[in-house]
């Protein structure tokens, strides 16, 4: 069975940084992408950025390129968002997600699994 676990959300004042953390079990994780998306009240689930299996792809949503960095580490099964100059409109929940076949832009329809999602609350 496949576990997404996420951690490292929390409140963060306009500007600073957070870094998500993605750990996976009940799956051959080099096999799969790793992605995050992200869902504030009342809207629908956004893609956030995805990184291909091998590592050697990413894809980030026009609205967080250039503030925002995904990475894996195979060895520890864990993928990592690194958030920085946030903004109050990166306030969301954040879900990682994972597959074995995608194209960009990326949907939800492409997802195997999902993680519990971590709150990310960005202050002005």
């Known amino acids: 069975q496949v576990q997404l676990v996420e951690s490292g959300g929390g409140l963060v004042q306009d500007g600073g940084s957070l870094r998500l953390s993605c750990a996976a079990s009940?799956?051959?994780?080099?096999?799969?992408?790793m992605a995050w998306f992200r869902q504030a009240p009342g809207k629908e689930r956004d893609f956030v950025a995805v990184?291909?299996?091998?590592?050697?792809?990413?894809n980030y949503a026009d609205s967080v390129k250039g503030r925002f960095t995904i990475s894996r580490d195979n060895a520890k099964n864990t993928a990592y968002l690194q958030m920085d100059d946030l903004k109050p409109e990166d306030t969301a929940v954040y879900y990682c997600?994972?597959?074995?076949?995608?194209?960009?832009?990326?949907?939800?329809?492409?997802?195997?699994?999902w993680g519990q999602g971590t709150q990310v609350t960005v202050s002005s």
């Open positions: 997600a994972v597959g074995t076949f995608y194209r960009v832009p990326l949907s939800t329809w492409m997802v195997d699994a």
């Open positions: 009940g799956l051959a994780f080099s096999r799969y992408f």
């Open positions: 990184l291909s299996a091998s590592g050697g792809r990413t």
